[in-house]
């Protein structure tokens, strides 16, 4: 999401033809699961989570191993 976020950063004018849902995702509060893609490992690799502040998303200027 966050290289997404990075991409759109960028080239604003530009529309994404798709949003990866990955299945059993725990962020999503629904009752039917719109997953499309199976993979686990995505949600063990994204810590937390994304600091949104009315509708948008915080994008980091670097990783954040670099703050500490």
Known sequence: MI??????????????LEYPVFENDPTIDSSEDPGIYPFELAFGLIDGTHSIDSGVLTVPDGPDWAWK
């Open 3 to 16: 290289a997404n976020a990075h991409l759109v950063a960028a080239a604003p004018q530009s529309e994404l």
